[in-house]
């Protein structure tokens, strides 16, 4: 299938701990973006990466640090994990350029305890 | 500051209805309007894009228009179905591919 898919679907860990999720997209797309969506189902953009350089990085703590060894692939790396990051993180991917369809992977639910 | 306001936040029919989800928006500056399906548990599903060029997109019973000028954009839905219910969300786009979200409008078709 043709998608965008983020590993793991869930993830359940402790405050403190240092945890990564992973996205691939197979669209042949050179732009891929996170974004977390809060308990009050907002979604917000946390980084965006073309071609594997850093476009967007918004006001996210230093400790979420996001990783593109490739095109098709754009990880989150989340140290010293806190209460207040347990959210659903979301991938996307498009083409390059301000006019094109995003689309999004399922999701990863986060819960720290 | 740049936002994006979703009326009604929730909304009931019964089956059969055409209806209309609104979007406002604050930046006048915008690249694109977006229309967004979430099903519950799952991710987002592109519906439409509009550009801002363009005053309205259409897809089978979708249609969505943009006035940029009163910072506006509804989804019209027609002949509703129960398979149309889910969170409906706008978001628009800016420089470098951003995309600011509205909150959202939880539609609920009733057979």
């Known amino acids: 299938d043709t998608a965008v898919s983020q590993t793991p679907k869930y993830l359940v860990t402790q405050m403190g701990n240092d945890k990564s999720i992973k996205c691939e997209q197979n669209?042949?797309?050179?732009?891929m973006y996170w974004y977390k969506q809060d308990s009050k189902k907002f979604l917000k953009i946390m980084f965006s990466?073309?071609?594997?350089?850093?476009?967007i990085n918004e006001t996210v703590p230093n400790r979420f640090s996001p990783k593109s060894p490739d095109k098709a692939h754009l990880n989150l790396h989340i140290n010293s994990l806190e209460l207040g990051d347990s959210a659903v993180y979301f991938c996307?991917?498009?083409?390059?350029?301000?006019?094109?369809?995003?689309?999004f992977g399922p999701g990863t639910r986060l819960l720290v305890l | 500051k740049q936002e994006v306001t979703q009326i009604p936040a929730a909304l009931s029919v019964p089956e059969g209805e055409n209806l209309v989800l609104n979007c406002s928006f604050t930046?006048?500056?915008?690249?694109?309007l977006q229309w967004f399906r979430q099903d519950p548990g799952k991710g987002l599903t592109s519906l439409l894009l509009?550009?801002?060029?363009?005053r309205e997109q259409t897809s089978g019973r979708l249609n969505a228009s943009l006035d940029k000028s009163s910072g506006r954009s509804t989804l019209y839905i027609a002949a509703s179905q129960p398979g149309d219910s889910a969170t409906y969300l706008c978001?628009?786009?800016?420089?470098?591919?951003?995309?600011?979200f509205g909150q959202g409008t939880e539609l609920s078709v009733k057979p």
């Open positions: 990466y073309n071609n594997k350089e850093l476009i």
């Open positions: 930046d006048s500056a915008i690249y694109n």
């Open positions: 996307a991917s498009s083409l390059a350029g301000v006019q094109e369809t995003q689309y």
């Open positions: 509009i550009q801002s060029s363009q």
């Open positions: 669209l042949g797309h050179d732009t």
């Open positions: 978001a628009h786009g800016n420089q470098g591919g951003k995309l600011i």
